[in-house]
């Protein structure tokens, strides 16, 4: 990845170190990529969920901190709300951030998007994981 100009090599305390070259043309398309890898599987599984964006500060290529938690907005019809946090905390765990799930029924998401709600506009301009916006 480096020799492709992705990744940037720097020495500190005798250990290579990599980093996302952030000035790659390619840069965009792989931080959009990573996002879509989540491992968010185990975590949905069981669940009917129709959508999932990453949105936020985290979801713009070269956005976000160390410290920024990575917001998702999961559209379905979930029966275990409190089960599905506690597992995508786990997730977050994994990640080393806080996951902070934004989550609507089908019907609660059509009603915020006939009115216009910049939550849900704002959300669904991130990077899509799964289904259709």
């Known amino acids: 990845m480096e020799k ?3 990744a940037r090599r720097t020495r500190r305390a005798e250990r290579d170190e990599f980093e996302p070259n952030k ?36 979801a713009q290529p070269g ?3 160390h410290q920024s938690d990575l917001d998702l907005f999961i559209v379905g019809d979930i ?3 409190p089960g599905l946090v506690d597992r995508l905390r786990a997730v977050g ?3 080393n951030r806080v996951v902070d799930p ?10 915020a998007k006939k ?13 899509r994981i799964m289904g259709d916006g």
């Open 23 to 58: 000035r790659s043309a390619y840069f965009p398309m792989a931080y959009g990529t990573a996002l879509v890898d989540l491992p968010l599987g185990e975590a949905l599984r069981g669940q009917r969920v129709h959508l999932v964006y990453a949105y936020g500060s985290l």
């Open 4 to 6: 492709r100009g992705l």
């Open 115 to 127: 009115q216009g709600d910049e939550h849900v506009a704002s959300a669904l301009a991130g990077v």
């Open 102 to 111: 934004f989550i609507l029924s089908p019907e609660q998401f059509e009603r």
């Open 93 to 95: 765990a994994r990640l």
């Open 79 to 81: 029966k275990d709300r």
């Open 63 to 65: 956005g976000g901190t």
